[in-house]
Structures are given as C-alpha cells and as structure tokens.
C-alpha cells in the first residue's frame, strides 16, 4: 500500500525559510514521478510546484517559485523535500506530495515544462504553510 506523509509546514514571516519532507512508502518501482502541489483556498485550483522525474532525475518548478525553492530526493530514506526560501505572503496553502508510479513520457516538446502532464494517484494529507507578518 502506497502512503506519502508531508511534514514540515508551519508559520514563518515573509522572506524566511521552510523544508517540507515527504516520506513516501510502499514504493517498490523504478521509474515514477512526484512532486508538490499547493492549493490556496478550498475550491481553488490546485498549482503544481515543483516536480522530480526518477527515470532521468530532472527537475521541474514553476515560474513563480523558480530560483527560490529547491526539491531533491533521498532514495535512502524514501523521502522527498521541498526547500522554500525567500517567502512570500503568495505562497500560503496547503502543500500536498503526490505521486504518478507509472508516467506515460509526454512529447518531447512537453517535457520538462511541467508537472501536470502526469497522472499522480496517490496524494499525501496535506500540510499547511502561512506565510504573514
């Protein structure tokens, strides 16, 4: 049974620091896709933020948190972070983890552009980040 937790949210001031952990189990294949996606407010969209292709290892962000946050992989350890400098109020949501197990390669013209060309099925609970003064 696949189960991702997050971990990590919080309170933090504008231009300070948080690192978000997601410890995945029941993952036994080689080649998936997971990432972290955050939603607002109830009812809003859910924004794909950043997003890590096993197969080759690259590294998908979004245009507004690119350059401020960085996601990395502890095979070890099972375990995905989401590193956020450089706050900002914009940035408050729930961030969830999720999961595609068995990614279908868009074209080549697509890939690397963005993390929901994948079909994640497993979803973290969520964990609440507020970015205020």
């Given at each position: 049974?696949?189960?991702?937790?997050?971990?990590?949210?919080?309170?933090?001031?504008p231009g300070g620091s948080l690192k978000l952990s997601c410890l995945a189990s029941g993952f036994t294949l080689d080649d998936y896709v997971i990432?972290?996606?955050?939603?607002?407010?109830?009812?809003?969209?859910r924004e794909g933020v950043s997003c890590?292709?096993?197969?080759?290892?690259?590294t998908i962000y979004t245009g507004s948190v690119k350059g401020?946050?960085?996601?990395?992989?502890d095979d070890a350890r099972n375990t995905i972070h989401l590193q956020m400098n450089n706050l900002k109020p914009e940035d408050?949501?729930?961030?969830?983890?999720?999961a595609d197990p068995d990614p279908i390669r868009p074209p080549v013209s697509l890939y690397?552009?963005?993390?929901?060309l994948y079909q994640y099925i497993y979803w973290g609970q969520g964990t609440q980040v507020t970015v205020s003064s």
């Open positions: 049974q696949v189960q991702l937790v997050e971990s990590g949210g919080g309170l933090v001031e990432g972290w996606f955050r939603q607002a407010a109830p009812g809003k969209e890590f292709i096993k197969s080759d290892g690259t401020r946050f960085a996601i990395s992989m408050t949501a729930v961030y969830y983890c999720a690397g552009s963005s993390c929901s």
